[in-house]
């Protein structure tokens, strides 16, 4: 991974929502919905700001001396949005400094930060996939899949 890249939500084929705690996505194309950790969503935020990937940790932690191990979670957490087509690349339009916004960093010392974590699912993906405009049973409305026959 690039740690000079900046990414953005492929807005194209994700649809997502905040909640307090948790981020639900929803990948259009595949069927697949995702939830967040809040560590994850704030990754994600900071992404969807222009953080560079190799600005996160500086964002998140300072300049704390102990985020080594940090720093691969960090990097595995981008891939695996990457990987899982939820983020694309950017093209940067403004610098991201997140001292020159005057911004503290979101865990500094003494602020627990739980691992990232981007759970998949794919139980309700035959429903998501459906085009409720053209298979639709119409006996039974929709989400029931029209049989074709």
């Known amino acids: 991974m690039d740690n000079s890249k900046t990414y953005r939500i492929d807005r194209t084929r994700i649809v997502f929502e905040q909640f307090e705690d948790e981020t639900v996505l929803v990948n259009t194309e595949t069927g697949y919905y995702y939830s967040l950790s809040p560590s994850g969503s704030d990754i994600l935020r900071l992404l969807e700001e222009g953080c560079p990937a190799g600005d996160l940790i500086h964002a998140l932690f300072g300049n704390s001396k102990e985020i080594i191990q940090l720093e691969i979670l960090i990097e595995n957490f981008v891939q695996r949005l990457i990987t899982e087509n939820i983020i694309v690349d950017r093209a940067s339009d403004r610098p991201f400094h997140p001292n020159g916004d005057l911004r503290a960093p979101l865990y500094a010392e003494g602020v627990s930060f739980p ?27 929709w989400p029931k899949a029209k049989v074709n026959g």
């Open 115 to 141: 691992p990232p974590a981007l759970d998949r699912f794919d139980d309700v993906r035959d429903l998501l996939l459906i085009d409720p405009l053209h298979q639709v049973d119409e006996e039974y409305g």
